[in-house]
């Protein structure tokens, strides 16, 4: 049983330029989770979604956006990058809550975006 | 929003015991998890607390206290691999039941 996969581990980017991150969550997950971590830090949650809808924000501005897919994937991109913008990407999947599932998040190994 | 406090960093020794306070505010408290990170790795699932009490799993136990907004997790006999940072998330049910996370507590084993 795959976990929560992301690609790509590892990306350069200069400002200005535009990224996409795509996540893969864990077989049977339907809500996909995304967090922004700089080091040293704890994650910061940036959106939610889940049936293909945004559902929760966090204070990011619009310059982050996302999608997910009718297979649950997701894919989170980030326009005109800034050079606070590098840091770890984490994509996290679970169960809705309520559906006799306590909501607990299994986390990719992230996506390691260095804005030069 | 939310404050959720937790120390920077800890030192023990191999085979000691370490405590890690968590304390929070929400307005819908729904849940609070503790996750261990290793270096340059995911954040890894170890426990989960909604009512008061202590929760326990081998080595690893964690506490809840809802009327205080206070959690610890507890390690004990302490190994090297142990070394990591440790996690803890409150999910608010006035937030959308987000899970929102601490800075994260850095653990370092020595022998």
């Known amino acids: 049983d795959a976990g929560v996969t992301q690609s790509p581990t590892h990306l350069i980017k200069t400002r200005g330029q535009q990224v996409t991150l795509r996540c893969s969550p864990k077989s049977g997950h339907d809500t996909v989770s995304w967090y922004q971590q700089a080091l040293g830090q704890g994650p910061q949650f940036i959106f939610q979604y889940y049936e293909e809808e945004e559902r929760q924000r966090g204070n990011f501005p619009d310059r982050f956006s996302g999608h997910q897919f009718p297979n649950y994937s997701s894919e989170l991109n980030v326009n005109a990058l800034l050079l606070g913008d590098s840091a770890l990407y984490l994509c996290a999947s679970s169960f809705r809550l309520g559906q006799g599932a306590t909501g607990e998040l299994f986390f990719g190994e992230g996506s390691r975006l260095t804005v030069l | 929003g939310q404050n959720i406090d937790q120390p920077t960093e800890m030192t023990a020794t191999e085979g000691a015991i370490v405590q890690i306070n968590c304390t929070y505010q929400t307005s819908g408290f729904n849940g609070l998890f503790w996750y261990q990170q290793h ?30 907004g206070y959690s610890y997790l507890l390690l004990k006999e302490l190994q090297m691999k142990d070394s990591a940072s440790y996690l803890c998330a409150v999910r608010d049910k006035a937030a959308g039941n987000k899970l929102t996370f601490g800075g994260g507590t850095r653990v370092l084993v020595k022998p």
């Open chain 2, 39 to 68: 270096a340059g790795e995911a954040p890894t699932f170890l426990s989960y607390n909604v009512l008061d009490g202590l929760e326990e799993k081998g080595r690893f136990s964690s506490f809840l206290s809802r009327s205080k």
